[in-house]
């Protein structure tokens, strides 16, 4: 979905570096999600925010950290990467007036490979 | 906990004939129910979604069954296309409490469409 990018759209970054994903929505949404996707399988949660004083964690958050900057804005940090977070990684947004029916939006996907 | 699955993780189909994919979930509060397809590169891509309140949703060549007794969810496309080549995930949205909002996603089957 155009209206949500993610930047950069491919990394290599060696273990131990600090490294910061950014996802930018243009649909007015106020909830964003992060997610991770490995080979063969779905999607896990990593963090989400409902509003922008809203962050949670969800299912894998370890090794990760987020920032809501503004309402369009929500980036997700690698303290310390290693090599098992290499991943695709999906930045996703829905709107809370959906209420019940909240389809999530994806962005295209970040490939990270962690050396 | 909350589950979703597939029960294929692969399904081959000649070009014209009907595709079936199957999806069972395990939280029976689970109320809001949406397929995404995911081709090689990009982000899932909203298909179609389903309230429990209904048992079948049709849309353009895509239906959705709904079988709340069995907590089972289908895919059907008809006519399937080379074009429908791609990963399909099944998501489940709880409703309320502090999951609200929060999708949960199937592993995945992987349709490949022969000429």
């Avoid at chain 2, 891509?45 to 959705?64: A, C, H, L, P």
């Amino acid at each position: 979905d155009a209206d949500v990018t993610q930047t950069p759209r491919n990394r290599i970054t060696k273990t131990g570096k600090r490294i910061m994903l950014e996802c930018s929505q243009t649909k007015g949404h106020d909830r964003m999600y992060w997610y991770r996707q490995d080979p063969g399988l779905g999607l896990q949660l990593i963090y989400y925010s409902f509003d922008v004083k809203d962050i949670n964690k969800g299912e894998i958050s370890d090794g990760y950290s987020v920032s809501r900057q503004a309402q369009a804005k929500f980036s997700l940090s690698l303290e310390s990467a290693i090599p098992n977070q290499t991943a695709l990684y999906f930045c996703a947004t829905s709107d809370s007036r959906d209420r019940g029916q909240e389809t999530q939006y994806f962005g295209p996907g970040t490939r990270l490979l962690v050396l | 906990g909350e589950s979703v699955g597939l029960h294929l993780p692969t399904l081959s189909v000649q070009e014209g004939d009907n595709s079936i994919i199957n999806c069972a979930y395990s939280n029976s509060a689970s109320d809001y129910f949406i397929w995404y397809k995911q081709e090689s590169g990009k982000g899932p891509q909203f298909i179609i979604d389903i309230r429990s309140n209904m048992d079948k949703r049709q849309g353009q060549r895509v239906t959705v069954l709904l079988n709340k007794t069995v907590k089972h969810l289908s895919l059907q496309i008809a006519a399937t296309q080379p074009g429908d080549s791609a990963v399909y995930f099944c998501a489940e949205n709880i409703g309320r409490g502090s999951t609200l909002g929060r999708l949960y996603f199937g592993r995945g089957t992987q349709l490949t469409v022969w000429p």
